[in-house]
């Protein structure tokens, strides 16, 4: 992984050395490739399987669910698709990664998810017993691990997530300000 300083250094390095435009472009991707955390590298996992939402014209929201450096399930908002209210990124995973182990708590993993869990997804990550979440935008509406409520994290229960909110924040941010825009200008169907 390289530091900011390190990486500002390096491009103005590059942008001497390289005699062609194409040449420093690919050389900045592996640039910003090698300089995201492990946690921003697998969020962009989860980032494409909310693209295949959006693809489907579905809210885009991706979750992936890793073990042992693995992708053990992933899922994608499926609502509209599957007529199921529950058809949510988070709990489309947790099934897939639950059959997958062929066990109803999913130790050693962590879920990452491009918006904020709500409380239903919330509850499903905690009776799973996930021991790490890593989400990207903070929901403001619906949020229930640290936003409306904490229920990743709250002592009470039985079990409790460390949970990490805000990477690429901005990215997975993004992509549902712009669906909801299009959504506002006469898209195709009402959410
Ligand atoms: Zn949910």
């Not at 997804?121 to 935008?137: D, T, W």
């Not at 903070?138 to 409790?160: S, V, W």
């Not at 549902?176 to 169907?189: C, I, T």
Request: glycine share 6%; proline share 3%; with cysteine.
């Amino acid at each position: 992984m390289i530091c900011n300083t390190g990486r500002f250094k390096l491009l103005q390095y590059l942008k001497k050395m390289c005699n062609n435009q194409l040449h420093f472009i690919l050389m900045q991707k592996l640039i910003t490739l090698y300089s995201m955390t492990p946690h921003e590298t697998w969020m962009k996992y989860a980032l494409r399987e909310a693209e295949r939402a959006l693809d489907q014209n579905e809210v885009p929201v991706g979750c992936i669910i890793v073990r042992d450096n693995k992708i053990i399930g992933k899922g994608y908002n499926q609502n509209v698709t599957l007529k199921d209210p529950t058809a949510h990124a988070e709990i489309i995973a947790i099934t897939a990664a639950a059959a997958k182990l062929q066990s109803k708590f999913l130790e050693e993993c962590t879920l990452y998810v491009t918006l904020e869990p709500c409380a239903m997804c919330a509850g499903a990550i905690v009776l799973a017993k996930i021991p790490a979440l890593v989400f990207g935008a903070f929901d403001p509406k619906a949020g229930a691990c640290g936003t409306l409520y904490t229920i990743t994290e709250d002592a009470r229960l039985n079990h409790r997530v460390h949970t990490i909110g805000g990477v690429l924040d901005a990215e997975c941010g993004a992509l549902l300000r712009d669906f909801f825009l299009v959504k506002r200008n006469g898209g195709r169907q009402e959410y």
